[in-house]
């Protein structure tokens, strides 16, 4: 019989339905029943693309011992962390104080109030690697709830205190400075790894954030190792086994330095961030590599992760056929066979050798530069080119015919706001029409699907919207709006987002804390209400709604958004400038504030080719902190930016401003160059 779960949209939860443990979802009916029968809570967390939780599920919770010594002793609740990023938040920080690291699965044991007091992630079904099997802890857990419950309150009560710092009041220190960008630089090139790009050891993980933040300060001070890290880290990545060489789109991690071996499951959030970084990149380099990795992970997240009704999925599992990366592996007889006499050269550039690299197979990855294999080869850069691309091809027909990794179709509100981002930044950049496209069908989606009153929704999935929207889906979907609204346009994209910032400020902004907390002030009553500004494998809640905030202030000339967003700043000065690899995206938004944003104003009808051709200007260079606006200014229009900006002899004009002041208008796309050339460095020295 199917357990609780059966009823669950969560691909992940619905994993878990004919258990033979009785799972329930996590809710009032369960929290009840261990209330009502005095009975110790097992959670468990995990998600749909989670290799080990695929692991534990098999070896435990499909095996009928474990589930009755679970059933017997516990109220045993399910959650899918990417639909409760709170709950997995919360309980995360309890694991980390009690084990000195987190992870997924997590398994977690709660007092019937949700109070925590044991916990860890992964459990194997017997003593392994200096871990008990699963059965002995729920045995000597049950056990030390029924005969030392006095002991276990006091660890529930000790553990209780570690959430005191998420209610704790915000203080700003002072005036933020240019200092904080010095000193984040110099602490990411202590870490940097000169050989192969990145930061730290094994295992890597492509620290997007920390990158983007490294292009800015190239261009605002014209320090070229910056550009030089943040270029041969993507560069490394995408030529490395983490990024899919057949098919398009970086997975999650590396388990190597060398971005060899990937931890194989692909994460939308991960290649929606990579996309943006990309685009950028290539605005700054015109590089040509990055341009085809980028405008091959945007084919991809439209070819494979696109739902009928525009909606992006969430993510593809790491394990096909029970085996983790079946899907993406090669033999080489296999090639041979299907690529004839394109064969040689296909394998000379993608390190596929007999033996392989990993379980006897193939990850394929750039084994030599291009120039070096074709001289080898004895070919021309266009034929080499040519033999690659058409081998690309074949194997992603032949893989087609493979079984599939699973495909986590739930739609995430903040994960969607992100890719839309992603995506729009290569429509800007590569002037796609078709990524044009796929973004304002995501972007009406969202408006339709996910945003009631200007409250966003978390999940979506087979037609139900359903959980009430964190800090971060309501930031990130804004500012997707609004950056749909520069490749349209159409004010009705400004307007949209900023009901949502309207709504999101009153809901989730404390007065007595002066922050933002991650749930809203009339969400579920947890242990505690969490409050997590850290940027991890995705930018915090608290990051985007202040770039969210500083964004309206500069387009509507909002000095109250600005005046939060500023506080919320200077409040987290002191741990940007010790640990800039946590603030990532925070760095973004104090360069916007302190160097000040470049705005720019395009006035004049957008489908007119004098219009597009100033557009096109703006699209192939990179500037930092960007407000953008367009077209004709109108009564009644939010648009500040578009105010007092007339035509110059009746053509399409640019306006380029920082801080208070702007060159003069221009109305030729060269003009316009040379002065967003100029603006980055000359908006270091600007006072704002």
């Not at 029943?33 to 939780?53: F, M, Q, T």
């Not at 001070?221 to 560069?235: H, K, N, P």
């Not at 907390?517 to 940027?535: H, K, Y």
């Not at 360069?591 to 007119?608: C, F, K, Q, T, W």
């Amino acid at each position: 019989m199917a357990n609780h779960l059966a009823r669950e949209t969560s691909p992940y939860l619905r994993q878990h339905a004919d258990n033979p443990v009785d799972w329930f979802p996590w809710g009032p009916e369960a929290l009840e029943k261990a209330r009502a029968e005095d009975r110790p809570i097992l959670l468990s967390v995990g998600y749909a693309a989670c290799h080990w939780c695929h692991v534990m599920a098999h070896e435990s919770f499909e095996n009928e011992e474990t589930a009755r010594l679970m059933n017997d002793n516990f109220v045993n609740i399910k959650v899918d962390r990417e639909e409760r990023p709170d709950i997995d938040g919360i309980y995360m920080q309890a694991v980390q104080a009690m084990t000195g690291h987190g992870g997924w699965p997590m398994t977690m044991f709660l007092l019937p109030d949700g109070s925590p007091f044991y916990g860890g992630t992964y459990f194997p079904p017997a003593d392994r690697h200096g871990l008990p099997s699963f059965r002995k802890v729920l045995r000597a857990v049950s056990d030390a709830y029924a005969q030392r419950r006095e002991g276990v309150a006091q660890t529930a009560e000790q553990l209780r205190g570690i959430y005191e710092s998420n209610l704790a009041p915000a203080r700003s220190p002072g005036r933020l400075t240019r200092d904080i960008f010095e000193l984040a630089f110099r602490s990411l090139v202590d870490r940097y790894d000169e050989q192969n790009g990145g930061f730290g050891n094994a295992p890597k993980f492509p620290a997007t954030m920390v990158l983007d933040f490294l292009l800015r300060y190239s261009r605002r001070t014209g320090t070229t190792d910056a550009l030089e890290i943040a270029v041969d880290s993507f560069r490394k990545m995408a030529r490395g086994g983490i990024y899919d060489q057949v098919g398009g789109g970086f997975a999650r991690y590396s388990v190597d330095a060398e971005w060899l071996v990937p931890h194989f499951e692909k994460m939308l959030y991960d290649n929606a961030l990579l996309a943006r970084l990309g685009a950028h990149l290539w605005q700054a380099t015109g590089d040509d590599e990055i341009r085809r990795v980028t405008m091959e992970t945007v084919e991809w997240l439209g070819r494979e992760m696109t739902s009928p009704a525009g909606g992006f999925y969430s993510s593809l599992d790491a394990d096909s056929e029970g085996h983790e990366g079946k899907f993406y592996i090669w033999d080489e007889d296999e090639i041979d066979s299907l690529l004839g006499d394109d064969s040689r050269a296909f394998k000379s550039y993608y390190g596929v050798t007999p033996g392989g690299n990993f379980e006897g197979k193939n990850i394929l990855h750039v084994a030599d530069d291009r120039a070096a294999v074709a001289a080898a080869l004895g070919l021309e850069d266009p034929a080499l080119d040519a033999t690659l691309t058409r081998s690309r091809r074949t194997l992603y027909d032949a893989r087609a015919q493979r079984v599939w990794p699973g495909r986590d179709e739930k739609i995430l509100a903040s994960w969607n706001g992100l890719a839309l981002r992603g995506v729009v930044a290569a429509a800007r950049a590569f002037q796609r029409d078709d990524f044009r496209l796929l973004a304002t069908r995501n972007a009406e989606f969202l408006a339709r699907e996910m945003v009631r009153d200007g409250r966003v929704m978390r999940s979506h999935k087979d037609g139900v919207t359903r959980i009430d929207g964190f800090l971060e889906d309501h930031a990130a979907v804004a500012l997707g709006f609004l950056s749909v609204y520069e490749i349209t346009f159409d004010e009705r994209w400004v307007e949209r987002a900023r009901e949502i910032a309207d709504a999101m400020i009153p809901a989730f902004w404390s007065e007595d804390a002066g922050a933002f907390f991650d749930t809203a002030f009339d969400s579920e009553q947890l242990i505690t209400r969490p409050r997590d500004v850290t940027d991890n494998a995705t930018p915090s809640g608290t990051s985007l709604a202040i770039e969210l905030l500083l964004h309206l202030a500069e387009l509507q000339q909002d000095s109250d958004f600005r005046r939060r967003a500023v506080f919320g700043l200077e409040t987290l000065a002191e741990p940007m400038t010790k640990f800039p690899t946590a603030f990532g995206h925070l760095l973004g938004c104090v360069d916007m504030e302190v160097n000040g944003a470049i705005e720019v104003a395009l006035v004049g009808h957008p489908a007119s080719s004098a219009f597009k051709g100033l557009e096109r200007a703006l699209s192939e260079r990179y500037v930092p902190s960007l407000v953008l606006a367009g077209g004709a200014a109108r009564a009644g229009s939010s648009i500040r930016l578009l105010d007092d900006r007339p035509l110059i002899d009746s053509r399409p004009t640019a306006y380029v401003c920082r801080g208070y002041s702007c060159d003069r208008p221009v109305t030729e796309p060269a003009g316009l160059s040379v002065q967003l050339e100029n603006a980055a460095r000359a908006s270091v020295t600007t006072t704002v």
